[in-house]
């Protein structure tokens, strides 16, 4: 567990934005456009889950590629 502490990171600040793009919500303006004032929580949110992902597969890979070598 304390080797993935960036890799949690990431993954509770994806969910962070992915919640607060659901809470802060859309509407439909009078000329009906339609208005999200928390839409970049959306691209960010996908990129922290990626570097999220990305992280543990190379946390893990170094992990084992490093008991490989003591070995």
Known sequence: M???KVSIL???VSLILFATHSFV???VDA???LIEPAF???PLGYL???LSVFTA????IKINFIS???K
């Open 57 to 60: 597969i190379y946390r893990i």
């Open 25 to 27: 919500g859309s509407y």
């Open 31 to 33: 000329n009906g456009i």
């Open 68 to 70: 490989a070598i003591s």
């Open 48 to 50: 922290s889950l990626i």
């Open 10 to 12: 990431f993954f509770i």
């Open 2 to 4: 304390k080797n993935f």
């Open 40 to 42: 970049f929580c959306i």
